[in-house]
């Protein structure tokens, strides 16, 4: 991923076509200013480019957001330790709200090639928020005429056009992998993350993950590296000697583990964010 500012739209989108020339696979959304939200029309040049470039939006947390009103806003904590999940809430709201933005500022609507990831933000509270969106669609009272603007439900542009990237990930979400989107899961390790290497091993993560929630291989295989190979169009026949080298082998994740390596494995994250609030 590129990470470009968009505060200069003609500049961002020669840097753009650069880019696609370095094969470079997409660009990372930056944090956007309340004035001039991502939907706001000097963008779309930007968000045709993309798309006519058939490049990837990736957001990440802490990186990509609606507002850059999180950053420095936190009066000092009670103690260090306070800091990060003071710090959280804030950061992750702004970077999930970003989803409002797509949908709700019609930038899916007009832009239905446009292909977004949603990185290290979790991966269940997807499932909620769809359901939440598309009740405010067709089954609340929200004004219909919304629907000049979003000519559909929301699911379906998540359907169409969405993607997650799901560091982080956890057992509880492998096992609520079906209403999340098995073919929406696009599972990544990140250093210094517990699913890293330093915290005992992509595979004892992977296996915990994994192993207890029965995963046939043809899922796993989608969510360990086909879907990414096709959203970020790789070459699996060019990967193909890599993977039988570096692996890992179906039997060696997708068995339950004998014993529980907590810290190192599953890190016991509980299933967040997949309800209605």
Known sequence: MASISFHDPDAAIAEIHRVKELGLKGITMPTFDEKTPLYAEQFDPIWSTIEDLDLVLNTHVAISATSGRWVGTNAPPPHPACLAPLFR????????????????GGVFERHPGLNVVFTEQGSAWFAGKMIEMDHSWGGSYLRRDVREIVKRPPSEYFARQCHIGSSLLSAAEVGYRDAIGVDKMMVGVDYPHHEGTWNGGTLNYLQACFGPNNVPEDEARRMLGETAAN??????????????????????ILLPPTEDLFPRGDVRKPLAGATIF
């Not at 959203?231 to 193909?240: C, E, H, K, R, T």
Request: net charge negative.
């Open 231 to 252: 959203v970020f169009d790789f070459d699996p026949v060019a990967l193909a000697p890599i993977v039988e080298r570096v692996g890992p082998a179906p039997e060696q």
């Open 89 to 104: 809430g804030v950061v992750v709201f702004y970077c999930q709200q970003l989803v409002d933005h797509l949908v709700w």
